[in-house]
């Protein structure tokens, strides 16, 4: 397939996705994927693959979600592409925890946002430790939970007017 022809590939899968067909999306993303893993680009096949996972998670597809994600944090990571490394990670999380595989879900989360402090991305990991926190809660673990805020928005270079809130809050509790 010629560059444009999957450049178009994705751009259709994206426009999908959207509109809210998520199974569609997720056929057309893993269709882009395919093509990409064939022209040699595995970078790019990999973050199609995190794209149809999402939309797989969307569709109700857990375990088709963590299927289409796994693994694709190593691509990322021979690459030293962090940000994506740690995306992968969550998306692997996000479909752990949905099939009930809470530990391992969990274990994702750290993974993703020690990736996302590597790539420098704090607001994406503060979002990382939030779902991990919220986890944290659903299972009785509320001072685990409390611990995974306190860190997800200490590394915040720039908190917006709800994490200051957070954070001073979380100050207050002891």
Known sequence: MVTSDV??????????YQDGDYISAARLFGEAASVFQAQGNALDAAEMKNNQSVALLQSGDAQ???DAAYGTSMVFFASADFRRQGMAFANEASALIELGRVAEGSQSYKL???ALDKAGED???ASV???????QLRKGKALEALLSMQLGL????KPTLKQKVLRNLLRLRV
């Open 7 to 16: 450049n178009d590939l994705v751009a259709n899968a994206k426009r999908v």
């Open 64 to 66: 088709g979600s963590f």
């Open 112 to 114: 993703a946002a020690d």
């Open 123 to 125: 607001q994406m990991r």
């Open 129 to 135: 430790m939030q779902a991990l926190a919220i986890v």
């Open 154 to 157: 200490a590394g915040v270079k």
